[in-house]
Structures are given as C-alpha cells and as structure tokens.
C-alpha cells in the first residue's frame, strides 16, 4: 500500500512559532501559496518543537491516530472528513485540512499520508483514504465497498503508523476489523529481536451513544479470525490433534467465564472413537503415532426447545497424503490442513464471547494423515459410522473421511435446524475460485442465500457450486465398496464429487458444505491481511451466526 510521509528533514528551524494562532495563520498562508514540499517539512518540524512539551512524556510510548478522508463525489467537490477527523481539524484550527490540502491534494481510497508532531496528543496522525462516502452494495462485485474500503485504508494506516514508530494507536470504531486483522502476526518462535513490534488498538472516542458496541462487535470478528489464522500458522509438531484441543478448549472456557452452565467441552479419545464406530475417521489417523482427538463442543445460548446450529470441521493437523504422498515442495504449508476446524474454533470463541443467543455445536475431528507401515493404501475399503462402505482410492483424500463420521454424528445425536461443514478439501476449488471466494455446495437455497448475504456484509465472499446427480454417480459407482473417496473420473470436477461423497453421510434438510482450500492463504490478495494463512471466511460463519439466532 503505497503511503505519502511528510518527514521531517530539518535539525533545527528557522523561527519557532510561539502559539497555535500563529501556527494556523503560517499554515494557511502555506497552503494559499502552495507552499513547496522542503517548506511545508520546515513547517512540520516548527510545529513538533512547539508540541515537544505536551506530547506523552514517556518516549517510550509514541502515539498514533487514524482519521479517515473521503474522496470528492465529484470534480467540482472537495475530500470530506470524517466525523472524528473533523473533530480533530477543529481542535487543530483547520491544519490537518489544510495539509492534506498542500501534501498531494485528493487521498485516494487505500492511500496513506502521515503527519508528524501536528498534534499535542499524538507524536503521527494518518489520515486515510476511504472511498466516496456514497459507496455501498457493489452488485458486479458482490459486496459493501463502503465497509471494504474502511478494512483496506484503516489497515494501510496501522501498518504506516507501526512503521514510524507508533505502538499505541486510536482507532475509529467502524474500523476494527480492518484495525485488528492488519496487526495479526505469527512470530512466537523468534527471537524477540525479530519480532514485529506490537501495536495497542483502542477506541477512539467521539459523542455517538453506539461506539463501544460497534468496537467490541469488530474488534471480536477480527480476534476470532486471528485466532484461526493463530492455529493455522502453528507448526505441526507444535498443534497436534491434542494441543489443538487444549488450546481450542481454554479458549472457549475463558470467553464464557460469565456463565460456564452455558458451555460443554468434551476432548473424546480413541476408545469413545472406536466405540462410536467411526471407521472411516480411524483409518485416516492410524498412519500417525499421534492419537486421534474429536472435540465436541455445545454452547447453551438460545432456548431449551431449539435445535441447534452444527458447525463441523476438518482437522487434519498435517497432511502428508499418506501413502499417496504429496510433492514435497509446499508440503509445509499442509500444517494449515486443519483450517475447517480453525474457523469453527474461531466461530465459536466469538458466538460464545458475544453472547449470541442461539444454541451451538461444534464437532472437530483432529488428526494428522501420514504414511506409515500400517496407514490407509489405495484399495483399501473402510466402513463409516453409518456403516456404509467406502473404497479408498486416493489416500490424500482423507479430509472426507473425516468429515463423514464426524457429519454422521453430528444428524444422528444433534438432529441439527442447520448443518454446516468447513473444509480445506480440495485443489480443485482453488482452481476453479482461486482465492476471490469459498466454494459452498448446499441441498438449501435458503440457506445458501443467508450465506451468500453474509459474505457480502464481511467481504470474505461465497460462491455457489453445484451439488447435481450427475456427481453423485461418480463417487457412487465403485468396484470394492459402496462409494468411492475420489470421483470416477478422478481430476474432473473435484470439488463437486467431494461434495457429492459428502452429500450421503448428511440426513438434515439444511447443509451447506464450505471447501476453503482456495481462501486457505493470503498472498496479497486481501491487503488487510498480510502474508500468510488467511483464516477466511471465519468473519462470514459469524456473521451467519448472528443472523441465524435473531431468525
């Protein structure tokens, strides 16, 4: 994201201006002549000298603020400010205008300017570019530009402010989101020495009776994204199938501290597994010395009478293939396999810290897929909880094996309103999606409009994919056994044979399967993300959370 800094350059001034009347009438007299940029750096450094004294006097602190600018609506308009950058260009007697004014004219949307020492309480203010303000649905693209351009400009901002210094930073309260996703990093395992300097975010405070709500509404969309995104940076020998439950578990208990009758964690091990006659789950774990984990949790926050919402994920903590090894190189990144189970934990952490009134269930079936002298082999014939019989021919198809006792489960006990599964499944969604969105396979219309709504509101957006009989005999027509773990024509339609397999462990009317494996990572695509894994779409589960419980 390109910024415009202006630095300061000189040492020492050529006049130190005594008071903030003076000040003004230097800088309007600037901008009037359209003062040259080495001038307007004189002047930047003028005003620092005068505001040394009543910046924070602990150095250690450096304060920053970002204030949002909206472009012209049209040629013969001017930037807007925003009602907290207005009441910041009050109380600075029209500078920060007027240095927008003379340090490039109009700020464009996702664009940075920084102004040092301009203000008494803040060592840099920047001011970022946030569209028009008359942005809203984007029918071609499928989202709110309005809401997209805050995430873009106020990350752009928290990044520049970090850069020069600033490690505590106030924010606008519309702008959490993109505030808290821009400062995520995974950097525990260095020396501290290369570590990313950490940023405090808080809540800029203006007269509006809703902010803090709004605040605490985007700052846990985003932690809970961070989260997922936490996990799915972990190395695999440091998330096994058992430390992912633990983590995921105290997590879960310290966001429902205000009434713990409300949650129920339960971390089944291999000998409930095998009792519950999950087979094909079983099969996928054995090739690994790590034991199995499926972790159940039910979050008690609507009535009694009401079904529940069932959310299922993938958690393979590292997938080799198996016998059907994968290439070597990128393998690395297989540690991020679990990433289903990442959203689901990172859904649940924020229904259950928001209080959401709606009964929830998460059910994750943790383990690692691996080759070894007693590991699935192609050929191989399993048997699901429900006991049909399944031909594996693809060991690296495993995710599906997983997902189809842990789908059984979840109709058989929970009798689910709604059943939704997240998945890094398959290299096919990711060449048909790429990265734009998360394929979603659903036998509800109704449910994958929610769902489709939901995308557009957080920008992390959906796609619908097709769930036709035509796949349905790829997967069901085997030699050995009653279905097939890939499609009869193998490559062909990956992710839509998958959710076709999926399609015969599932009894609930309404379910929608998510393959994420095109969103698993973040290059730099979503700027408000940086590198990395991405944790989508963990911000659109919410958000379909939150309306599912107010249906």
Not at 441 to 447: A, G, I, P, Q, R
Not at 525 to 536: D, F, N, Q, T
């Amino acid at each position: 994201m390109a910024c415009y800094h202006v630095h300061i350059v000189r040492r020492k001034a050529y006049m130190i201006i005594s008071s903030w009347q003076n000040q003004s009438a230097v800088v309007r007299r600037f901008a009037s002549n359209k003062a040259p940029a080495r001038t307007i750096c004189e002047m930047q450094h003028q005003q620092m000298l005068f505001s040394t004294n009543t910046v924070e006097k602990d150095k250690k602190v450096h304060r920053g603020l970002i204030l949002g600018v909206y472009e012209p609506e049209s040629k013969d308009e001017e930037m807007e400010l925003s009602e907290a950058a207005e009441n910041v260009n009050v109380s600075l007697a029209g500078h920060l205008m007027d240095l927008l004014k003379i340090s490039g004219g109009t700020l464009k949307a996702g664009k940075v300017r920084i102004f040092h020492g301009i203000d008494n309480k803040y060592n840099s203010i920047a001011a970022v570019g946030l569209g028009k303000r008359s942005a809203g649905f984007n029918k071609e693209e499928d989202r709110k530009d309005c809401k997209e351009n805050i995430r873009i400009a106020v990350a752009a901002g928290v990044k520049s402010l970090r850069e020069a210094g600033c490690n505590k930073v106030k924010v606008d309260p519309s702008a959490a989101e993109g505030a808290y996703l821009s400062v995520f990093k995974y950097d525990e395992l260095k020396a501290k020495s290369n570590q990313k300097p950490t940023v405090d975010l808080s809540l800029w405070i203006n007269t509006a009776s809703n902010d803090n709500d709004l605040w605490v509404t985007g700052r846990t969309f985003a932690k809970s994204q961070n989260l997922a995104r936490r996990l799915m940076e972990m190395p695999a020998n440091k998330l096994t199938p058992s430390a992912f439950s633990e983590i995921v578990t105290t997590k879960l208990v310290d966001a429902c501290s205000y009434d713990q009758s409300k949650l129920t964690v339960r971390s089944h091990q291999q000998d409930w597994i095998e009792r519950q006659n999950m087979g094909a789950f079983l099969s996928v774990a054995k090739g690994s010395k790590e034991p199995p984990v499926f972790l159940e949790v039910s979050y008690s926050g609507g009535a009694s009478s009401e079904k529940p919402l069932v959310l299922v994920g993938k958690g393979v903590t590292f997938d080799s293939g198996g016998i059907s090894l994968k290439p070597s190189q990128g393998m690395d990144l297989m540690r991020g396999d679990m990433g289903g189970a990442a959203n689901v934990a990172g859904a649940l952490w924020a229904a259950i810290y928001l209080q959401l009134p709606v009964n929830l269930v998460g059910l994750v079936p943790l383990c690692e897929n691996l080759p070894s002298g007693v590991a699935n082999k192609p050929g191989d014939v399993v048997t699901a909880m429900n006991g049909k019989t399944i031909q594996v021919d693809n060991t690296d198809a495993e995710g599906r094996l997983l997902l189809a006792d842990a789908l059984c489960y979840a109709c058989k006990k929970y009798d689910p309103a709604t059943l939704v599964d997240l998945a890094t499944l398959t290299g096919a969604i990711d060449v048909a999606l790429g990265s734009g969105a998360a394929g979603v396979f659903s036998n509800d219309t109704k449910l994958w409009k929610l769902l489709c709504e939901c995308g557009v509101e957080t920008g992390d957006r959906l796609w619908r994919m097709p769930l036709w009989q035509h796949y349905t005999k790829q997967v069901t027509e085997s030699q050995l056994a009653d279905l097939n773990n890939i499609g009869k024509y193998s490559r062909s339609g990956g992710s839509c044979t998958a959710a076709a397999f999926l399609k015969e462990f599932v009894t609930c009317s309404s379910w929608a399967h998510l393959d994420i494996a095109g969103v698993m990572q973040n290059k730099d695509e979503v700027p408000y993300l940086g590198k990395g894994m991405s944790g989508r779409p963990v911000r659109t589960l919410i958000e379909f959370i939150s309306r599912h419980a107010k249906s």
